[in-house]
């Protein structure tokens, strides 16, 4: 197995070795998660329809109210693990800092 080295600079501008391997578990750690988190947004679309079937009034729309919410966020957190990564270079300020 042939583990290459990459040298990148982390956010003090110190000098950090990776590895391929390490960044290949990360990106497999991604895909996993966002499998998860893919798989509850599914079963909250079968629950949120699973509410049209008879009953009570105020049974359905809490249901719906939670199934709802818990499939958006299921959403929402696979697409913010899914983003690119930006890495702030060293010695870059950022624009709302007011230390000194």
Do not use: K
């Not at 990459?6 to 070795?17: A, K």
């Not at 599914?42 to 699973?50: P, R, S, T, Y």
């Not at 049209?52 to 499939?71: D, H, I, K």
């Amino acid at each position: 197995m042939v583990v290459a080295l990459r040298f990148t600079r982390g956010e003090d501008g110190s000098g950090v070795m990776q590895s391929t391997a390490m960044r290949s578990m990360v990106i497999a750690i991604r895909v996993l998660l966002v499998a998860m988190l893919a798989s509850v947004a599914a079963f909250c679309v079968f629950g949120f329809l699973a509410t049209f079937e008879p009953l009570p009034w105020a049974t359905q729309w809490a249901w719906r109210a939670v199934y709802s919410v818990v499939g958006l966020l299921s959403v929402t957190a696979a697409v913010w693990v899914l983003r690119p990564r930006r890495h702030r270079r060293a010695g870059r300020r950022h624009p709302f800092n007011t230390d000194e």
